[in-house]
């Protein structure tokens, strides 16, 4: 909580103890006792309402004058002036007090800053291990010139992007493009900031300087997003733009009106002998009824109602804007890895040559891999799930950027790509499969391979199925990946469309290519979880982010975050969404029809002071009751 916030609330607690305190003073009898006359009661509710609502009533006058006159603050302003003018001095504090409360958590909700983002994205490097004289000095990026040398140890994020003098090793991107892969990188390679090094040490030759560097880009990327994407006016602005107009102009001709009613409350008795009081009514219903107090208060009421909703599927709606937006949503873009995938290695095929069995294969595999690290190393381990006999091993070496060479069972052994058996001269059939595959030769002949891939997530498909039912009509995929391992994903799960080797700028262009060819109340929303979607989620009309193993930074980008990972619950979302605005809808319009009628009835002498005062409390109270079915999600219809 900001300084701004802490201050808000403040007021609140404090306005609200001196709104309670008046209110035991009223009804208590104590101002009857005293004779407290009725511009001291004024005056003594002035205060709560002054203290809570002053920054209301600055903004509203602000933007009269900036020419701004019909947004939610000048709606609040009359709304509260007439509690004042018909004496509902308790009414017009309480709706104040509402209104700042939902002001706060609304604040609290979305009012990260784009700071916090930058801080928490866990790519930005905080420092570098620059060589000079002879010696090395840890000194902040930004302090490191284009053409010195830093040492990159294994396990340290890429400083700067740049060129390996000395060392080979991995790098682990998928922070940056999503792509499960490590890359291979070796002297002569280009590397670039934001990436995990290895197993090895290297020696690198900045080739731009920090603010010009991948990381640097990135950051700029989200922020830039940010100033581009217009969010949704909330409900109520929108709202007060055409009722605040309506509600002056008849503020206006009611006092006419109050005044004509008074003047002939007094005309006609003294001149006609007409009876004063129906004519004091009349007027004193105009006064009830028009006042919007219900309406200021029965829209947010609804929105709050579909968050609370959203919460009890495990869905966080950072504001009320964002669950309206999300009821026209037409188009979902996803990010692969880590949304439609598990964003992990695992044994997808196990293939063996003639005379081999599977498990002999993987055995096999198994014991070649036993000592590295790599991923991929794990990932057959893990499918082989056995002990390992470590006197079957001999000397086992990496061969640089073919695979592993060493002995089992007294015989040579291979593991790698098509290049390895290619420079042993083994002879082996071409493989057309999706994900990475891993040959295996022994004794010089090839024995099988195994094929190594990322798995779509449990449900993905029938999450996408579901999206089409509630009124998604198209679904792309965005990812750094590989072709044939995109295609193969986009085709497994069901998408219309795919890009594939894209970086987190190319996401960007992709979206924003999908926006401006959007048409009118039809929005566009991305799925994403990764660092590298931090920039598009805040550049979609909803960023959706995937809250449980997603990265910081995306769920402080993202408007919605499902906080268990589930993609059934977008549809979900999208339901409670379409609910609310219907029950938001049905309360304005049921608001605006009853003080309608009543004041129809009113001119004509047919509505009493029941019927006004249910005009003005009944209203907001079946407004409440109507807003309550919002907290209760729809079925789900799988």
């Known amino acids: 909580m900001n300084r701004k916030q802490q201050a808000l609330l403040r007021r609140i607690l404090i306005a609200v103890a001196c709104y309670v305190a008046l209110l035991l003073f009223e009804k208590s009898g104590a101002a009857e006792r005293l004779h407290t006359p009725a511009w001291c009661s004024a005056a003594l509710f002035l205060v709560p309402y002054l203290l809570v609502g002053r920054d209301v009533i600055a903004k509203a006058l602000k933007n009269v004058r900036n020419g701004q006159v019909f947004d939610e603050n000048f709606l609040m302003l009359i709304a509260t002036v007439a509690a004042f003018g018909i004496r509902e001095y308790s009414e017009a504090c309480a709706v104040m007090i509402f209104y700042q409360v939902g002001e706060l958590f609304e604040s609290l909700a979305v009012g990260k800053s784009r700071a916090s983002i930058t801080a928490m994205m866990s790519i930005a490097p905080e420092s570098a291990n620059v060589e000079r004289d002879g010696k090395i000095e840890e000194v902040d990026p930004d302090e490191v010139e284009v053409g010195e040398m830093i040492l990159i140890r294994p396990g340290e994020k890429v400083p700067l992007d740049g060129i390996v003098l000395e060392g080979s090793s991995f790098l682990d991107t998928a922070a940056l493009t999503g792509e499960p892969v490590p890359r291979e990188v070796r002297p ?147 990010d692969k890895t880590g949304t439609l995938t598990r964003g992990e290695f695992r044994v997808v095929g196990i293939h063996p040559a003639e005379g081999c069995s599977e498990e002999e294969l993987l055995s096999m595999a198994a014991h070649g891999e036993s000592l590295s690290s790599h991923p991929i190393a794990q990932s057959i381990l893990q499918a082989y799930g056995g002990e390992i006999d470590r006197a079957r091993l001999g000397e086992m070496h990496e061969a640089a950027g073919h695979g592993l060479e060493g002995m089992l069972d007294g015989r040579e052994l291979l593991l790698g790509n098509e290049k390895l058996l290619k420079s042993k001269d083994i002879d082996f059939p071409a493989i057309k499969e999706h994900g990475t595959v891993v040959y295996a030769a022994h004794g010089g002949s090839y024995v099988g391979h195994i094929i190594i891939a990322d798995v779509v997530k449990p449900g993905a498909a029938a999450a996408l199925r579901q999206l089409r039912e509630v009124g998604i009509e198209k679904l792309v995929m965005l990812t750094g990946d590989r072709k044939d391992a995109a295609e193969a994903i986009a085709a497994e799960v069901g998408v219309d469309t795919v890009y594939h080797d894209l970086l987190p700028a190319d996401k960007v262009e992709k979206v924003e290519a999908l926006l401006a060819a959007e048409k009118k109340d039809e929005k566009v929303g991305f799925v994403g979880d990764g660092i590298n979607d931090a920039p598009v989620l805040m550049r979609a009309d909803v960023g959706i982010a995937m809250g449980s193993l997603g990265s910081d930074a995306a769920i402080e980008a993202a408007d919605l975050v499902i906080m268990d990972d589930e993609l059934s619950k977008i549809a979900d979302i999208i339901r409670i969404s379409r609910k609310t605005v219907r029950i938001v809808r049905q309360n304005v319009a049921f608001a605006l029809i009853v003080k309608a009628a009543v004041l129809i009835l009113g001119i004509f002498g047919l509505a009493n002071m029941w019927e006004a005062v249910f005009g003005d409390v009944g209203v907001t109270v079946i407004a409440v009751l109507n807003a309550m079915r919002a907290l209760t999600p729809p079925s789900a219809r799988r």
């Open 188 to 334: 002569g390679d280009a590397v670039i900031s934001g990436c995990v090094n290895g197993e090895t040490a290297l020696r690198v030759k900045t080739s731009k300087a920090y603010e010009d560097s991948t990381v640097a880009r990135i950051l700029q990327l989200v922020e830039s997003a940010s100033e581009k994407k217009t969010r949704m006016e909330n409900f109520i602005t929108r709202f007060a733009r055409w009722y605040t107009p309506v509600v002056t102009i008849t503020a206006f001709l009611l006092a006419i009106v109050t005044v004509t009613a008074l003047l002939l409350a007094l005309i006609p008795p003294l001149f006609f002998g007409a009876p004063a009081a129906s004519w004091i009514k009349r007027a004193c219903i105009f006064l009830i009824v028009s006042c919007p107090c219900a309406l200021v208060i029965s829209v947010p009421l609804g929105f709050f109602g579909g968050i609370g909703a959203a919460s009890k599927r495990g869905v966080l709606v950072k504001g009320s804007n964002f669950l309206e937006t999300a009821a026209e949503l037409k188009t979902l873009v996803f």
